[in-house]
Structure formats: structure tokens, C-alpha cells
């Protein structure tokens, strides 16, 4: 830690209000370049606790930059794990009102929902397979609060990891009989496919994403509990989209999940 907790509390503020006013901010690397990895996990969980003291609950975890698509995308090497909360979620087939976001992107994942708790270290793809109670599509809109959502690692962590909505669809299925790295996913904006992958994609598989998160907040002594839903990371790289775009995106065997932008 670098930053006193007052400095934590601002910046928590400073960003919370950039994404609520859907007004671009500079990257907080700029005017505190020596801010560390738990200086911008303090900032996440300080946003946290302000949307909790609201009445806003934490739907879910995630995890960002797994696939080459991504990191390349950004410039950031680094896997980072983020939180959804309930305000963000939007039905599927729904629509967005981008008014009320800065630049939005949209991304392919795979969704896990665990029937059993997860504890690292030591957690592998085998653990997280045998703790999948089904997984399911969605499709991230991720909303970066930088202006023209360009950060580095720590920037986009305390930036809660750009998370702004989420959608889930398509088909629950248990993963056996379920190839999770050679499933196809084709995004489409507008009738054109605008992304393709395979779930391999995110870290060779996206159970490995998930493990990764468990084995990382074991660190500090947590666990995963049973019944959360963890996105495992964009499969494409995200696609920009604006008010009129409409996204469809098909999992093979899994159904697809769409949305429009209004
Ligand atoms: C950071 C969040 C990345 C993913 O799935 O890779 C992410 C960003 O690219 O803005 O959610
Ligand atoms: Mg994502």
C-alpha cells in the first residue's frame, strides 16, 4: 500500500461518480503514479462498500484480460478480477440505454455458477468443474471510466475492471458432456459477425479463470462461496457498440444471449 485511506476514499468517489455521471475521467496512475495492487483492489472494495451502503448488492465476480484477444485489445498482460453488482444486470434480449454510459464495449463470456464453495490455493480447472452446478452465456458491457478507455493494470482494477452490465442468456447447462474449449462463440453487431472465439480462449479454459480468481482471494483468506456467479473473461475482443447497435451472440450448444442500445 502506497496511498493513505483518505487518498483510497477520494479516488473510490472520483471514480463511483465518473461512472454514475457516465463523465470520462484521466487515468489515476497520472496523479499517483506510485499507486499499487492493493491500493486499487482498497479503491474496488471502497466503491464496493459505497454501493452497499445504497442497498446494492454484489451479483456476482469476475474476471478480465484472460484471453490474448483482450489483452492485447488493452495493453494489459495481466488477468484482474472485478465485481457485478445487481443494478447492472439487464435481461436478455433487453436494452441499454447508452446515455447512461461513457463508451461501452461488449464481450463474449462464459458464466459459472457454483453448487459447492471454492478455496485455493490449489485450485485447478478439475476443482471448479466439480463445483459447477451449470454454466451459462453472457455477454459483458464493460464501460471503462478512463477517457478513451485507455489504463494500465492498477488504473482499471480500481476502476472496478470497467464492469458496467451484464447479460445472461441462452441455455444453463451442466458441464458434463460439455467441451468448454473448443466451444464456438460468434458474435454478431447488426447481422454482421463482428467477433469469433473458442472458450479456450480465456486462459486456455475458462475453468482455468476461475481457479485463477479462488487461488488469488485465497490470499487474503477468502473463499468463493456456493451459488456465485463468476464470469470467466472476454473470449473476443470487445467490440464497441452505440446507441442503434443491436448484438447477438451465439454458444454453441448453449444458446445465444442479445441485446439492443438505445
Ligand atoms: C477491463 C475489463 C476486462 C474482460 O472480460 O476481459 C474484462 C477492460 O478491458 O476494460 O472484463
Ligand atoms: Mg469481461
Same mark, same amino acid.
Given at each position: 500500500?502506497?496511498?493513505?485511506?483518505?487518498?483510497?476514499?477520494? /479516488?473510490?468517489?472520483?471514480?463511483?461518480?465518473?461512472?454514475?455521471?457516465?463523465?470520462?475521467?484521466?487515468?489515476?496512475?497520472?496523479?499517483?503514479?506510485?499507486?499499487?495492487?492493493?491500493?486499487?483492489?482498497?479503491?474496488?472494495?471502497?466503491?464496493?462498500?459505497?454501493?452497499?451502503?445504497?442497498?446494492?448488492?454484489?451479483?456476482? /465476480?469476475?474476471?478480465?484480460?484472460?484471453?490474448?484477444?483482450?489483452?492485447?485489445?488493452?495493453?494489459?498482460?495481466?488477468?484482474?478480477?472485478?465485481?457485478?453488482?445487481?443494478?447492472?444486470?439487464?435481461?436478455?434480449?433487453?436494452?441499454?440505454?447508452?446515455?447512461?454510459?461513457?463508451?461501452?464495449?461488449?464481450?463474449?463470456?462464459?458464466?459459472?455458477?457454483?453448487? #459447492?464453495? /471454492?478455496?485455493?490455493?490449489?485450485?485447478?480447472?478439475?476443482?471448479?468443474?466439480?463445483?459447477?452446478?451449470?454454466?451459462?452465456?453472457?455477454?459483458?458491457?464493460?464501460? #471503462?471510466?478512463?477517457?478513451?478507455?485507455?489504463?494500465?493494470?492498477? #488504473?482499471?482494477?480500481?476502476?472496478?475492471?470497467?464492469?458496467?452490465?451484464?447479460?445472461?442468456?441462452?441455455?444453463?447447462?451442466?458441464?458434463?458432456?460439455?467441451?468448454?474449449?473448443?466451444?464456438?462463440?460468434?458474435?454478431?453487431?447488426?447481422?454482421?459477425?463482428?467477433?469469433?472465439?473458442?472458450?479456450?480462449?480465456?486462459?486456455?479454459?475458462?475453468?482455468?479463470?476461475?481457479?485463477?480468481?479462488?487461488?488469488?482471494?485465497?490470499?487474503?483468506?477468502?473463499?468463493?462461496?456456493?451459488?456465485?456467479?463468476?464470469?470467466?473473461?472476454?473470449?473476443?475482443?470487445?467490440?464497441?457498440?452505440?446507441?442503434?447497435?443491436?448484438?447477438?451472440?451465439?454458444?454453441?450448444?448453449?444458446?445465444?444471449?442479445?441485446?439492443?442500445?438505445?
Amino acid at each position: 500500500m502506497t496511498l493513505d485511506k483518505d487518498i483510497i476514499r477520494q /479516488l473510490a468517489e472520483h471514480l463511483e461518480n465518473a461512472e454514475l455521471n457516465a463523465s470520462p475521467v484521466s487515468k489515476i496512475t497520472d496523479a499517483h503514479p506510485k499507486l499499487d495492487w492493493d491500493d486499487a483492489y482498497a479503491i474496488q472494495a471502497e466503491i464496493r462498500r459505497r454501493k452497499e451502503s445504497r442497498g446494492q448488492k454484489v451479483a456476482g /465476480l469476475k474476471v478480465g484480460l484472460t484471453s490474448r484477444a483482450k489483452m492485447k485489445q488493452m495493453g494489459v498482460e495481466t488477468p484482474v478480477f472485478g465485481l457485478i453488482f445487481d443494478y447492472m444486470s439487464v435481461a436478455d434480449g433487453g436494452e441499454i440505454r447508452a446515455a447512461e454510459l461513457i463508451h461501452p464495449k461488449v464481450e463474449a463470456e462464459i458464466a459459472f455458477v457454483l453448487k #459447492s464453495a /471454492l478455496r485455493g490455493p490449489g485450485c485447478h480447472i478439475g476443482a471448479v468443474l466439480a463445483a459447477t452446478d451449470f454454466v451459462v452465456p453472457a455477454v459483458e458491457i464493460i464501460d #471503462s471510466r478512463y477517457e478513451n478507455f485507455r489504463f494500465d493494470v492498477v #488504473s482499471v482494477i480500481a476502476d472496478n475492471t470497467s464492469s458496467s452490465r451484464f447479460v445472461v442468456g441462452g441455455v444453463a447447462r451442466s458441464v458434463e458432456g460439455l467441451d468448454l474449449r473448443t466451444l464456438g462463440i460468434v458474435m454478431q453487431k447488426n447481422g454482421e459477425i463482428a467477433a469469433m472465439a473458442a472458450g479456450a480462449a480465456a486462459l486456455g479454459h475458462p475453468a482455468a479463470a476461475v481457479a485463477m480468481l479462488v487461488n488469488t482471494i485465497a490470499k487474503r483468506g477468502d473463499e468463493v462461496p456456493a451459488g456465485t456467479f463468476i464470469m470467466s473473461g472476454g473470449a473476443t475482443e470487445a467490440i464497441p457498440v452505440a446507441a442503434g447497435d443491436a448484438i447477438h451472440v451465439r454458444f454453441q450448444n448453449m444458446g445465444s444471449v442479445s441485446m439492443r442500445f438505445v
